[in-house]
Protein backbone atom coordinates (compact mmCIF):
# COMPACT_ATOMS: atom_id res chain seq x y z
CA UNK A 1 0.00 0.00 0.00
CA UNK A 2 0.98 3.16 -1.27
CA UNK A 3 2.02 6.08 1.48
CA UNK A 4 -0.83 8.23 -0.08
CA UNK A 5 -2.95 5.76 0.21
CA UNK A 6 -2.55 4.91 3.81
CA UNK A 7 -2.55 8.87 4.25
CA UNK A 8 -6.10 9.23 3.06
CA UNK A 9 -7.70 6.01 4.95
CA UNK A 10 -5.99 7.91 8.01
CA UNK A 11 -7.37 10.90 7.51
CA UNK A 12 -10.99 9.83 6.49
CA UNK A 13 -11.18 7.33 9.01
CA UNK A 14 -14.24 8.58 11.25
CA UNK A 15 -16.38 10.39 8.87
CA UNK A 16 -18.79 13.17 10.63
CA UNK A 17 -21.72 13.41 8.86
CA UNK A 18 -22.56 16.26 10.60
CA UNK A 19 -19.11 18.53 9.12
CA UNK A 20 -19.79 21.59 7.89
CA UNK A 21 -19.74 21.74 3.57
CA UNK A 22 -17.04 24.04 1.67
CA UNK A 23 -18.19 27.68 1.54
CA UNK A 24 -18.43 27.61 -2.18
CA UNK A 25 -20.20 24.45 -2.51
CA UNK A 26 -23.15 25.94 -0.67
CA UNK A 27 -22.39 29.33 -2.72
CA UNK A 28 -22.67 27.59 -6.20
CA UNK A 29 -25.74 25.08 -5.10
CA UNK A 30 -27.53 27.78 -3.19
CA UNK A 31 -26.72 31.36 -3.75
CA UNK A 32 -28.11 33.69 -6.98
CA UNK A 33 -25.27 35.76 -8.94
CA UNK A 34 -25.21 37.37 -12.37
CA UNK A 35 -23.58 34.74 -13.99
CA UNK A 36 -24.62 31.92 -12.12
CA UNK A 37 -28.18 30.92 -10.88
CA UNK A 38 -28.65 26.72 -10.39
CA UNK A 39 -31.04 27.07 -7.61
CA UNK A 40 -34.25 26.26 -9.58
CA UNK A 41 -32.97 23.15 -11.34
CA UNK A 42 -31.53 20.81 -9.40
CA UNK A 43 -34.77 18.51 -7.51
CA UNK A 44 -34.29 14.73 -8.75
CA UNK A 45 -31.65 15.42 -10.78
CA UNK A 46 -28.79 13.19 -10.59
CA UNK A 47 -24.85 14.30 -9.81
CA UNK A 48 -21.77 12.47 -9.12
CA UNK A 49 -19.07 14.13 -6.65
CA UNK A 50 -15.79 12.37 -7.39
CA UNK A 51 -13.37 12.10 -5.06
CA UNK A 52 -15.76 13.78 -1.95
CA UNK A 53 -13.63 13.62 1.05
CA UNK A 54 -15.04 13.21 4.06
CA UNK A 55 -18.74 14.12 2.74
CA UNK A 56 -18.73 17.48 3.70
CA UNK A 57 -20.12 18.99 0.19
CA UNK A 58 -22.78 16.40 0.30
CA UNK A 59 -25.40 18.38 2.82
CA UNK A 60 -26.52 20.85 0.23
CA UNK A 61 -26.85 18.31 -2.41
CA UNK A 62 -28.91 16.56 -0.09
CA UNK A 63 -31.29 19.66 0.86
CA UNK A 64 -31.90 20.39 -2.76
CA UNK A 65 -33.33 16.74 -3.17
CA UNK A 66 -30.81 15.41 -5.74
CA UNK A 67 -29.90 11.99 -6.11
CA UNK A 68 -26.58 11.48 -5.24
CA UNK A 69 -23.77 10.01 -6.40
CA UNK A 70 -19.88 9.98 -5.33
CA UNK A 71 -16.47 8.38 -5.52
CA UNK A 72 -13.54 8.53 -3.14
CA UNK A 73 -9.98 6.75 -3.74
CA UNK A 74 -10.04 3.33 -1.67
CA UNK A 75 -12.40 0.94 -0.64
CA UNK A 76 -12.12 1.79 3.23
CA UNK A 77 -12.52 5.14 2.74
CA UNK A 78 -15.65 4.55 0.51
CA UNK A 79 -17.18 1.76 3.30
CA UNK A 80 -16.39 4.56 6.25
CA UNK A 81 -18.89 7.13 4.05
CA UNK A 82 -21.35 4.18 3.09
CA UNK A 83 -22.02 3.82 6.95
CA UNK A 84 -21.75 8.15 7.66
CA UNK A 85 -24.72 8.34 4.71
CA UNK A 86 -26.43 5.36 4.06
CA UNK A 87 -28.89 6.58 1.64
CA UNK A 88 -25.88 7.80 -0.85
CA UNK A 89 -24.15 5.82 -3.22
CA UNK A 90 -20.48 5.12 -3.29
CA UNK A 91 -18.34 3.66 -5.18
CA UNK A 92 -14.26 3.01 -5.35
CA UNK A 93 -12.99 5.29 -8.33
CA UNK A 94 -10.24 7.23 -9.67
CA UNK A 95 -10.25 9.72 -12.04
CA UNK A 96 -9.07 7.92 -14.69
CA UNK A 97 -12.32 5.84 -14.82
CA UNK A 98 -15.67 6.30 -12.91
CA UNK A 99 -17.46 3.30 -12.83
CA UNK A 100 -20.87 4.69 -13.64
CA UNK A 101 -22.48 4.77 -17.21
CA UNK A 102 -21.84 7.18 -20.31
CA UNK A 103 -24.53 10.05 -20.26
CA UNK A 104 -25.32 8.93 -16.65
CA UNK A 105 -25.10 13.00 -14.76
CA UNK A 106 -27.01 15.79 -14.46
CA UNK A 107 -24.21 17.51 -12.94
CA UNK A 108 -20.54 16.27 -11.77
CA UNK A 109 -18.89 18.19 -8.78
CA UNK A 110 -15.21 18.07 -8.42
CA UNK A 111 -13.49 19.61 -5.87
CA UNK A 112 -10.43 20.26 -4.98
CA UNK A 113 -9.70 16.57 -6.43
CA UNK A 114 -9.05 16.69 -10.67
CA UNK A 115 -5.68 17.80 -10.54
CA UNK A 116 -3.91 15.15 -8.48
CA UNK A 117 -2.10 12.63 -10.90
CA UNK A 118 -0.60 10.22 -8.04
CA UNK A 119 3.26 9.64 -7.94
CA UNK A 120 4.42 8.45 -11.67
CA UNK A 121 5.94 11.58 -13.06
CA UNK A 122 6.63 9.10 -16.09
CA UNK A 123 2.64 8.82 -17.48
CA UNK A 124 0.59 12.38 -16.60
CA UNK A 125 -2.20 12.34 -18.58
CA UNK A 126 -4.80 14.51 -17.70
CA UNK A 127 -6.45 14.83 -20.87
CA UNK A 128 -7.99 11.35 -19.81
CA UNK A 129 -9.79 13.17 -16.81
CA UNK A 130 -11.34 15.44 -18.78
CA UNK A 131 -12.54 12.86 -21.44
CA UNK A 132 -13.96 10.33 -18.20
CA UNK A 133 -15.61 13.27 -16.54
CA UNK A 134 -17.50 14.44 -19.65
CA UNK A 135 -18.10 10.41 -20.93
CA UNK A 136 -20.39 10.05 -17.11
CA UNK A 137 -22.34 13.70 -17.67
CA UNK A 138 -25.57 13.89 -20.09
CA UNK A 139 -25.24 16.32 -23.34
CA UNK A 140 -25.63 19.99 -21.65
CA UNK A 141 -24.78 18.38 -18.15
CA UNK A 142 -22.80 20.70 -15.94
CA UNK A 143 -19.04 20.29 -14.53
CA UNK A 144 -18.59 22.53 -11.40
CA UNK A 145 -14.83 22.59 -10.49
CA UNK A 146 -12.15 24.09 -8.23
CA UNK A 147 -8.35 24.09 -9.07
CA UNK A 148 -5.29 25.85 -7.43
CA UNK A 149 -4.39 28.77 -8.68
CA UNK A 150 -0.56 28.67 -9.49
CA UNK A 151 0.14 31.15 -6.37
CA UNK A 152 -1.44 28.55 -3.53
CA UNK A 153 0.34 27.11 -1.23
CA UNK A 154 0.03 23.21 -2.30
CA UNK A 155 2.80 24.50 -4.61
CA UNK A 156 5.06 26.52 -2.15
CA UNK A 157 8.62 24.85 -3.03
CA UNK A 158 7.27 22.40 -5.17
CA UNK A 159 9.13 20.59 -8.14
CA UNK A 160 8.71 21.62 -11.78
CA UNK A 161 7.95 18.48 -13.75
CA UNK A 162 7.27 20.25 -17.69
CA UNK A 163 5.07 23.19 -17.72
CA UNK A 164 2.22 21.68 -16.74
CA UNK A 165 2.95 19.54 -14.11
CA UNK A 166 4.17 20.33 -10.32
CA UNK A 167 5.00 17.58 -7.84
CA UNK A 168 4.20 18.64 -4.07
CA UNK A 169 7.66 18.96 -1.69
CA UNK A 170 6.44 21.11 1.12
CA UNK A 171 2.18 20.25 2.03
CA UNK A 172 2.16 21.97 5.80
CA UNK A 173 -0.39 18.94 6.26
CA UNK A 174 2.25 16.70 5.33
CA UNK A 175 -0.08 14.26 3.25
CA UNK A 176 0.30 14.98 -0.48
CA UNK A 177 4.03 15.37 -0.59
CA UNK A 178 5.50 13.61 -3.87
CA UNK A 179 1.98 13.75 -5.37
CA UNK A 180 2.26 15.17 -8.62
CA UNK A 181 -0.08 18.04 -10.15
CA UNK A 182 -1.81 19.86 -12.81
CA UNK A 183 -0.74 23.55 -12.47
CA UNK A 184 -2.95 25.94 -14.34
CA UNK A 185 -1.54 28.69 -15.31
CA UNK A 186 -5.20 30.83 -14.97
CA UNK A 187 -8.28 30.54 -16.44
CA UNK A 188 -7.05 30.79 -20.41
CA UNK A 189 -5.19 27.80 -19.12
CA UNK A 190 -8.27 26.32 -17.91
CA UNK A 191 -10.27 26.61 -21.04
CA UNK A 192 -7.62 25.32 -23.24
CA UNK A 193 -7.60 21.70 -21.04
CA UNK A 194 -10.88 21.33 -20.89
CA UNK A 195 -12.74 22.99 -24.55
CA UNK A 196 -12.95 19.78 -26.65
CA UNK A 197 -15.49 19.03 -24.31
CA UNK A 198 -17.20 21.44 -22.65
CA UNK A 199 -18.03 25.29 -23.52
CA UNK A 200 -19.99 27.82 -21.66
CA UNK A 201 -17.05 28.67 -19.00
CA UNK A 202 -18.25 31.06 -15.86
CA UNK A 203 -15.37 31.55 -13.35
CA UNK A 204 -14.85 32.55 -10.42
CA UNK A 205 -12.04 32.95 -7.75
CA UNK A 206 -11.29 32.61 -3.94
CA UNK A 207 -7.98 34.37 -2.50
CA UNK A 208 -7.88 34.21 1.06
CA UNK A 209 -4.84 33.77 3.90
CA UNK A 210 -5.87 31.32 6.35
CA UNK A 211 -3.57 32.18 8.93
CA UNK A 212 -0.45 32.01 6.94
CA UNK A 213 -1.57 29.28 4.35
CA UNK A 214 -2.16 31.15 0.98
CA UNK A 215 -5.48 29.43 -0.13
CA UNK A 216 -6.04 30.50 -3.89
CA UNK A 217 -8.45 28.68 -6.06
CA UNK A 218 -9.80 28.69 -9.47
CA UNK A 219 -13.81 27.79 -9.40
CA UNK A 220 -15.49 27.34 -12.85
CA UNK A 221 -19.00 26.29 -14.11
CA UNK A 222 -19.12 24.90 -17.42
CA UNK A 223 -21.07 22.23 -19.71
CA UNK A 224 -20.74 19.34 -21.84
CA UNK A 225 -21.12 20.17 -25.49
Not at 18 to 42: A, C, H, S, T
Not at 108 to 119: E, F, K, P, T, V
Request: charged residues 25%; proline residues 4%.
Amino acid sequence: MSNTIKNYNNLYQNIDNKVFPQEWVVRIFMGKYPKLDLRDNLEGKKILEVSCGDGRNLAPLIKKNMKISATEITNQVVKNLANAFPNIEFKQALNSFLPFDENNFDYLLSWNQIYYMGIDKMNLNFTKYVEEFSRVLKPGGKLIVSVPMVDSFIFKDSIEINRNYRMVSNDPFDTRNGEVLRCFKGEQDIVREFSKYFNNFTFASSINDHFGIQNNWHIFVCQKI
